[in-house]
């Protein structure tokens, strides 16, 4: 069945770096545009990033930009966020989703998340 | 960027009672605007498309309607599995982005 895995969350120093994957399975990951989400603690989801099916279009949201870094191998169906000078701000749940085959937007799938806590 | 307005950002309703949720964009995005339900512990699940189109498996008490920039999901009979929090999202333009959200809450 359609699986995403998120790895790479942890504990981390603000000003730091840190990388997320997400590991995808159970369909044709180069036809899908890809997603990142967080959701900081006790709040709602933030959309963070899009990266499409072929990496040839790419969105941020404002909070993130210049910051983190999107990005994916096909060839492997996995999804990356680089995640650096990091701010306690940064610190949330983060989920990748699965935009839909027909409507890249629509986030039809969605991984269990990896928690980012950033803290001195 | 458009912003996604959810009313009321929590209710409490009993098992078999009809509960409505408003999502009010901030400019027209037409019928592209969707919904989500999240257990508490639990990754989002996308309940409905295009502003009325039930995703396969969930069931039909759920219900979406709107278009422009006011947007309605309503449960019908909520049940015991339905107390969670809903999200509208907007699937217009990037940067895409969520309403605040509804925790719906058993009276």
């Known amino acids: 069945q359609v699986q995403l895995v998120e790895s790479g969350g942890g504990v981390v120093q603000p000003g730091r770096s840190l990388r997320l994957s997400c590991a995808a399975s159970g369909f044709t990951f180069s036809r899908h545009g890809m997603h990142w989400v967080r959701q900081a603690p006790g709040k709602g989801l933030e959309w963070v990033t899009f990266m499409s099916y072929d990496g040839s279009n790419v969105y941020y949201g404002d909070s993130v930009k210049g910051r983190l870094t999107i990005s994916r191998v096909n060839s492997k169906s996995t999804l990356y966020l680089q995640m650096n000078s990091l701010r306690a701000e940064d610190t949330a749940i983060y989920y990748c989703?699965?935009?839909?085959?027909?409507?890249?937007?629509?986030?039809?799938?969605w991984g269990q998340g990896t928690t980012v806590t950033v803290s001195s | 960027d458009i912003q996604l307005t959810q009313s009321p950002s929590s209710l409490s309703a009993s098992v078999g009672d009809r509960v409505t949720i408003t999502c009010r964009a901030s400019?027209?995005?037409?019928?592209?605007l969707n919904w989500y339900q999240q257990r508490p512990g639990k990754a989002p699940k996308l309940l409905i498309s295009?502003?009325?189109t039930l995703q396969s498996g969930v069931p039909s008490r759920f219900s979406g309607s709107g278009s422009g920039t006011e947007f309605i999901l309503t449960i019908f009979s909520l049940q015991p599995d339905d107390f969670a929090t809903y999200f509208c999202?907007?699937?217009?333009?990037?940067?895409?982005?969520f309403g605040g959200g509804t925790k719906v809450e058993i009276k």
């Open positions: 999202q907007q699937s217009y333009s990037p940067p895409l982005t």
């Open positions: 989703a699965k935009g839909e085959y027909t409507s890249p937007y629509v986030l039809d799938v």
């Open positions: 295009v502003a009325s």
């Open positions: 400019q027209n995005i037409r019928s592209y």
